[in-house]
């Protein structure tokens, strides 16, 4: 597994993370014994790295994640969590005293003095350009609740405005084969200002692992059916904000990409992004022990080449970018 340093933060981490909004169980069930089963494979694998926020199971991720992580005290891990989606999404609730209560219920539940980084969970575009959030998050890390900042943004604009903080330490942003808008600016500008960039939703919602068709339905309780329109939060999130009907028959081209490159589509997807320059680790979610081995061996995918990447811009150019580069 590759190390990188994220950023601003000076940490080394792998380069294929975890992504444990899934271990909250807020869509589908997750018992705690098969979050910990994913949590050991994954740090058995290499996977140093390990993405959660305040709202997952309102806290249960973050709790496991800390009970857990006590118990591998010299295992190199870092854990970044998010807050500011406890409220509702209003500029006026990014102030110190709620960035106060909110870092401190997460380093209750991470069981920790410092945080090792928050991120502001895809705030409202207004606040990146208020200049009090920035000094409120720098008098907490001088304070020492928080050893660093960086926001998780919608946008490849609100990505820009982030980067241009002398503190953001990482940006995280949606990324991969069905969204390439960040390859043209935001990888160049973290790159050339040392800010870290972490790759979410690296899968598609699991659309580029090629297992769905048209006909796989996902139960009531899971963003993949409630939030296919945008309906309960930014549409980006779900299935990457393609129509999930083309981004199942994208996947299959996809997939034959892979094939010929001797990968699993999943593996082909995550190696893809993890070898663009200016990533620093991509956060995969796993459901269980399975997708985690086999998403951290993507870590070690050698090269895929220049050729590979000119198919995958050429599938997103003919299907995604005249929805999705607009809008994101
Ligand atoms: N606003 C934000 O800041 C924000 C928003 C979204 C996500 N995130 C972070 O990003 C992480 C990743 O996003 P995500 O989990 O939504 O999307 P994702 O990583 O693109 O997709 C995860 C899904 O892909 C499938 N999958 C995973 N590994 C697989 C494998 N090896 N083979 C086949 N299928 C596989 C699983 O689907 P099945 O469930 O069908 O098995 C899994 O639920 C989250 O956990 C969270 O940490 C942050």
Redesign the pocket.
Known sequence: MQQRTLGRTGRDVSVIG??????GAD??EVSEADARAVLDASLASGVTFF???DV?GDGRSESIIGAWRREHPDAGITVAT?MG?RVEQLPEHYTLANFRAWTDRSRRNLGVDTLDLV?L??PPTAVYADDAVFDALDLLVAEGAIANYGV?V?TTAEALAAIARPRVASV?I?L?AFRLKPLDAVLPAAQDAGVGIIA?????????????TRE?S?AAN???SYNRHGEA??QG??F?GVDFEAGVEAAREFAALAADAGL????AA?AWVAQLPGVSTV??????V???T??AAAGSVPPLGDAFTASVRALYDRRFRAAIHPRW
């Open positions: 975890l992504g444990t909004w899934q271990l869509w589908g993405d959660t926020a997952y998010k989606r991120q969970h895809c998780s919608e995280q949606i991969n979410r939703v690296p899968l598609a919602s699991g659309l580029l692992s090629g297992r769905y796989t996902f899971d963003h993949r939060f930014d999130e779900t990457s699993a589509p999943a593996t995550l956060i995969p979610g796993a459901r269980n399975a997708q985690a086999s998403n």
